[in-house]
């Protein structure tokens, strides 16, 4: 699981990849915002929509290797 999350995010622009790891450090949308000059509630579309794609392509990713592996 781990590995196919490590490759999904490899699959992020930059900045989502960034907006990702800044909320798991616990900084508010509030920080997030001033470190990366987007408005909050841009930001919170962005770390959604984010979010959103990394769970997805996990799951791409685990499928395609459990079918490989069939």
């Known amino acids: 699981l781990m590995n196919a999350m490590q490759k999904a995010l490899q699959q992020l622009s930059d ?4 907006l990702l790891m ?4 616990s900084y508010s ?16 579309v962005k770390f ?3 979010k959103a794609k990394v769970e997805k392509k996990t799951l ?9 592996t069939k």
Do not use: H, T
């Not at 900045?15 to 960034?18: A, F, G, M, Q, T």
């Open 15 to 18: 900045i989502e990849r960034e």
């Open 22 to 25: 800044l909320r798991m450090s």
């Open 29 to 44: 949308y509030n920080e997030i915002a001033q470190m990366l000059g987007i408005e909050n509630n841009q930001l919170k």
């Open 48 to 50: 959604n929509r984010a």
């Open 60 to 68: 791409e990713i685990l499928k395609d290797n459990y079918n490989e």
